[in-house]
């Protein structure tokens, strides 16, 4: 079975490698590489796979997930500039995948004993774009 | 990693199949069949799964696809009579199913020009004809 929790940040970010010129930056990112920054809200779904628990009827108990997010995402991303604000995008572009991907990597630890896992992270840049992470399949490792 | 990217065409269809009489017609697709048609704001998600590039972060360059699906799907499909604008739909009942297999058809035909590594690939489409009707086809 497969439940999900929504949770929404708002952020700051810009696209763009040091290694490359203003110029590549935007061929390769277009207006997100724009030097000083933008935002969005981001809408975060973390779902979770288990059968429920007989006694409690819960495959995760949902008040404590929504605790996790907050502690692992809400509170370091919200209202924050990730490239300065929010390690590791003083290091890596904060791209929806990057940032996805991240995410998991922040919450995975949290469900590697109990009787539910971690299934996928979506990530919703804008209402238009979003990202589903599973962790490292094959196809990530190219 | 699968990154999805929303789309929006507005277009209008009747589905009628010449095969069928009139009452058959009337009988299997309801108003749907009214001889002038009708039209829908139709959604049409696109995903693309690949890895994602170390240095740029990113599984598609969103642009290139925007480009793609533009050229090989909106630029025909958005503001148009389906079943009188499209040579697809000439012999063919524009119904969701078979839109989505023609938008399907397009995809993938025009993909290794715009992405001709080994990645990233067309996971799949979604097309959503209503709030109430959606269609979802994996590559």
Redesign the interface.
């Known amino acids: 079975m497969l439940i999900t929790r929504r949770a929404e940040f708002s952020a700051s970010h810009v696209c763009a490698q040091r290694t490359l010129s203003p110029e590549q930056n935007k061929q390769l990112y277009g207006a997100a590489a724009n030097p000083n920054g933008h935002g969005h809200n981001y809408v975060l779904e973390v779902t979770l796979e288990g059968e429920p628990d007989p006694v409690t009827g819960m495959v995760f108990d949902l008040k404590k997930l929504k605790e996790l997010i907050q502690q692992a995402v809400i509170d370091p991303m919200d209202h924050r500039f990730l490239n300065y604000e929010v390690p590791p995008f003083d290091k890596i572009v904060p791209t929806t995948e990057n940032v996805a991907a991240e995410i998991w990597r922040r919450l995975e630890p949290h469900f590697q004993a109990g009787r539910a896992h971690l299934n996928n992270v979506r990530l919703y840049e804008t209402e238009d774009l979003y990202v589903d992470y599973a962790g490292l399949v094959a196809e990530d490792l190219g | ?7 929006r065409f507005a277009a209008s269809h009747r589905l009628h199949s010449a095969a069928l009489n009139e009452d058959h017609n009337r009988e299997l697709y309801g108003k749907c069949s009214n001889p002038y048609g009708h039209g829908h704001d139709y959604v049409l998600d696109v995903t693309a ?4 590039d170390p ?5 598609v ?3 290139t696809l925007d480009r793609l699906v533009s050229e090989a799907v909106l630029k025909d499909f958005d503001h148009r009579y389906l079943n009188a604008d499209l040579g697809e739909f000439q012999a063919l009942v524009p119904t969701s199913e078979n839109i989505i297999r023609v938008i399907e058809d397009r995809l993938t035909a025009h993909w290794p020009d715009a992405f001709p590594g ?2 990233p ?1 067309l996971e799949g489409i979604r097309l959503r004809e209503t709030r109430r009707n959606v269609f979802e086809l994996k590559s």
């Open positions: 990693m699968r990154v999805t990217r929303r789309y799964i690949g890895p994602a240095a740029s972060g990113q599984v360059h969103v642009a080994e990645w690939r």
